[in-house]
């Protein structure tokens, strides 16, 4: 009897060993640069890429879904969890041939697409803050466990809540399109999700067993690197994070201030802020029964003192209860959204010109008002560009010249 209790320990711990070593062969092999998963990679990216110009979520949820992203990540985190060099070398080939891949698809993608706005979609992964960090550190444990446990239907959720392909669509898109401000925020929130994702594998790995046979000094410079990258993560996120509540505060007191100078029987239609430019722009419609003489110059100085800057305040004042007011409001909201779709027009043009002379933005001039651009070229462009420019960018008179350019593109009129 004694002989027996012994050695059911023995082969539980033998059946625990042949699984982790079962379970490691199944994550190197997910974490291999293959065909298979390169291809993956560029269907995803495809389809993130329609999903963010169409601003469609489903579309957008497809390409999470394929997610050949994951399996190189996980790789690397059970591969620090083991100091399995072979196997961090293996992931980390394929997690970087695979972000290269996306970020190259989607830059010729964008080239070769008629549309190059920014939608919603767009903006939604450009601004990551510590949320998103809490997101991918739980996501990443729920991953973990999951494939510990072989559970292939929860790492759907994860693949979905932390998004890997539709940021790097993004890197490329905005590096296409000469907007690299978005491109580093877009950077930022894959490398976010992706260390999160693999330090937490690292972290539930070691509690599920894994790297029993790490020496205490080598376990310690695990814990410590774990905590040191996550803080480095949270520092620049935190900081985010604290600007976007910042912003949110500020334009509720703008709110606050405008209902208070309006008095009580107005109504707030419409309050449109932009913070982030100098000096900071607001639109604002109010329905009041009456006009409210000097509101615009008295709303424009409580704005300033509160955010302490120049502001420019465009305060529309329409009669409430009438036909002319819901007429007057319709024209002001064409107007604006007109507007906004005149500068994202000479942006697109600006930036499709730049390449032209490969990037040097010196090289091109446009003239908004006059809807006209001039390329600076040292030698002539291909025949059939400026006609197809036209066409791309109907009612805009486009021509080059081998001249020098004879001012900045900074002293050039504006959009």
Known sequence: MATKASEKPEGSANRQSHGRAALLASIARSSRLTPTYLMLVALATALAHVGLLMDSPPVIIGAMLISPLLGPIMGFGFGVAIFELALLRRAAKALGAGMVLAVVIAIVLTWLSPIQDVTPSILARVRPNLLDLLVAVFGGIAGAYATVRREAISLVGVAIATALVPPLAVVGFSIATLRFDYAWGALLLFITNATAIALMATVTARLRGFGTQLSPRQSWAQTIGIFATLVALAIPLGLRLAANVTEARAQSAITRQLQELAGSGARIDRLDTNLAVTPAQIDAVVMAPRYNEGLQDRFADRVEGLLGREVNVRLVQIRSGTPEAEDARRALEDAIATERTRKEEVTRLRATLARLVEGDSGSVMVDAERRSARVFSA?????????????????????????????????????
């Open 379 to 415: 030698g002539p462009l291909p025949p059939a560009t400026l006609p197809a420019l036209e066409i791309a960018f109907p009612g805009w008179s486009i021509s080059w010249s081998e001249a020098t350019p004879p001012m900045p593109a900074s002293t050039a009129a504006a959009p």
